[in-house]
C-alpha cells in the first residue's frame, strides 16, 4: 500500500521560519509556498497527501485535487482540526499514514487510532534534505509565481520605456 501523509497544512506554515516569512507577503503566497514544496516531495517520494487548511476566511471549495495533492478547506464554523479528526476516523488502513502536526490534540488523536505521527518541524527538516536533492537534479531553475511576475513587471517597464 502507498504511505500516505495527512498534514494540518497552517500548522505547518506556523511552524517553519522561511513558510512564516512568507505570511509577511500573505497567507495565499504561504499557502502556494507549502504546496510548491509539498508537490516537489511527493514527485520525489510517490505518496498521497492530503493537507487541511482552515478555509472559513479563503473562500476556497472545501475539497479539490491539485497537482497530485488532496485540499481540504474547513467550513465555518469548523476548524482545520475537526476535519483532520474526521479523516482519521474514516482510514481504512491506520497504520499506513503519518499525520504532520505539531498540535499535541490533533497527533495524540492520530496516534490513538493507531497512526504514525511527525512534529511539523521534524518533517520539514526531513523533508528539506529530499528537496535539495531534487532540486538540484533539475536542469531548469524553479521560480514561484511572485518571482516570475516581478521580471515579468520589470521586463515590461523596460519594453515600455
Not at 500500500?1 to 504561504?30: H, K, V, W
Not at 505518496?47 to 497537482?67: A, E, H, L, R, Y
Not at 474514516?90 to 502536526?101: A, D, Y
Request: glycine content about 4%; hydrophobic content about 35%; overall charge neutral.
Amino acid at each position: 500500500m502507498t504511505p500516505e501523509l495527512l498534514i494540518d497544512g497552517y500548522n505547518l506554515i506556523f511552524c517553519i521560519s522561511d513558510l512564516r516569512a512568507q505570511l509577511q507577503q500573505g497567507l495565499e503566497i504561504a499557502r502556494d509556498e507549502l504546496l510548491h514544496k509539498l508537490i516537489t516531495f511527493r514527485a520525489n517520494k510517490k505518496m498521497k497527501i492530503t493537507v487541511v487548511f482552515d478555509g472559513s476566511q479563503v473562500g476556497q471549495p472545501n475539497k479539490i485535487k491539485q497537482n497530485g495533492l488532496y485540499l481540504y478547506y474547513s467550513i465555518a464554523p469548523q476548524k482545520a482540526d475537526e476535519v483532520i479528526k474526521i479523516l482519521i476516523q474514516k482510514s481504512r488502513n491506520p497504520r499506513n499514514f503519518t499525520v504532520i502536526s505539531s498540535d499535541n490534540e490533533v497527533a495524540g488523536f492520530a496516534r490513538s487510532h493507531g497512526m504514525s505521527t511527525l512534529h511539523a518541524e521534524e518533517f520539514y527538516r526531513k523533508y528539506l534534505v529530499v528537496e535539495n536533492k531534487y532540486d538540484s537534479a533539475q536542469t531548469e531553475p524553479n521560480m514561484s509565481k511572485g518571482e516570475l511576475q516581478q521580471w515579468l513587471d520589470l521586463f515590461n517597464q523596460n519594453h515600455s520605456s
